[in-house]
Structure formats: structure tokens, C-alpha cells
């Protein structure tokens, strides 16, 4: 799996061409932003997948219902195969603005 942290919408669209270039369907791109409204708009934006129940199971999903929002981000990290601390170094990316962008 690759992993880009990016600045902005900008920057993540840009990766997420570059990335469809190389041949990777956006089926296998999934964007994440610490604002829920912001990852949705540039999701949409973006036409990239979101971490469902095929990636997370069924626990998961309901029980990020209950979870805060950094929590709810590192389960989803982890369900895509990034490590626990690789999760908690990303979301604290994130609290900084920054777009993350998982490829595989």
C-alpha cells in the first residue's frame, strides 16, 4: 500500500491523477481528511472509495457510530492494513489539515 500526505484538495487531486495514470482504478484509492465534511466533499470530489463494511466489518462500522472522530479515522487506517502506529502518526497529520491518500 502507498500512503501520500498532501496539503490540500489541490495536491490530492493532483496524486489521485497521477496515481490513475500508473493504472490504478480509484476503486483502490481511498482520501482521508480529519473534517467529516471536507473528506466527504473531496471524496465526491474525487470520485475515490470510502472505507465500507468490505473493509471494516460489520463491528467496526457500528462501533465508529460511538467513536470519536480520530478514533473512527485510525480504525478505518487500520482496516486498509496500516499499522496501529502508522495510524496514529497519520491522524495527527491530519489534525494539521493535511489530506491523507491510501493506494493499493
Given at each position: 500500500m502507498k500512503t501520500f500526505v498532501v496539503e490540500n484538495g489541490v495536491q490530492a487531486?493532483?496524486?489521485i491523477r497521477n496515481l490513475e495514470a500508473q493504472g490504478l482504478s480509484k476503486d483502490d484509492i481511498y482520501l482521508f481528511a480529519h473534517d467529516t465534511a471536507?473528506?466527504?466533499h473531496l471524496t465526491e470530489n474525487t470520485d475515490?472509495?470510502?472505507v465500507?463494511?468490505?473493509?471494516e466489518g460489520l463491528f467496526d462500522k457500528?462501533?465508529?457510530?460511538?467513536?470519536?472522530?480520530?478514533?473512527e479515522l485510525r480504525s478505518k487506517m487500520t482496516s486498509l492494513g496500516v499499522t496501529q502506529p502508522e495510524a496514529e502518526k497519520l491522524e495527527e497529520e491530519l489534525d494539521?489539515?493535511?489530506?491523507v491518500i491510501f493506494a493499493h
Open positions: 487531486t493532483e496524486t471536507r473528506s466527504k475515490t472509495s470510502n465500507g463494511m468490505k473493509e457500528m462501533a465508529n457510530v460511538f467513536r470519536s472522530r480520530g478514533d494539521k489539515g493535511k489530506v
